[in-house]
């Protein structure tokens, strides 16, 4: 009966983990949640990377592909719309969810014909 327990906890925690990581030219960087900030109509999500450099995430991400042929599969897959195309086959999207940013990110970067996805993050000015 013990074990049950805490196979049924650990099962739970696995399907509501969220990720707490990116791709980062193809290596995983960790990030750990520092708070959440609302502004004035935006909600941002604060994660501590690895060097303690402070990143900012909303519902907004990156996405760089091989070729564009799968871009609308991807937009209805993950529930995404474009908000600008910045460059050949670099667009910047948008998530229904911001909590959904980084996940749906790391999900796209594991596609065979993404060369990145990563969140728009926002990073604090820092005088040279």
């Given at each position: 009966m013990k074990k049950l327990v805490i196979i049924c906890i650990l099962l739970t925690q696995l399907i509501n983990a969220k990720d707490s990581?990116?791709?980062k030219n193809d290596?995983?960087?960790?990030?750990?949640?520092?708070?959440?900030?609302?502004r004035t109509f935006q909600s941002i999500d604060y994660y501590q990377n690895e060097?303690?450099?402070l990143l900012g995430v909303k519902d907004?991400?990156?996405l760089k592909l091989q070729n564009n042929q799968n871009l609308q599969n991807y937009?209805?897959?993950?529930?995404?719309?474009?908000?600008?195309?910045?460059?050949?086959n670099l667009y910047l999207l948008k998530t229904t969810d911001k909590s959904l940013t980084?996940?749906?990110?790391?999900?796209?970067?594991?596609?065979e014909d993404v060369a990145y996805a990563h969140p728009d993050f926002i990073k604090k000015r820092v005088k040279r």
């Open positions: 990581y990116f791709y290596e995983m960087v960790v990030l750990t949640p520092i708070s959440s900030e609302t060097k303690g450099i907004t991400l990156f937009l209805n897959e993950f529930n995404l719309s474009m908000i600008k195309e910045m460059s050949e980084i996940d749906i990110a790391n999900r796209l970067s594991e596609k």
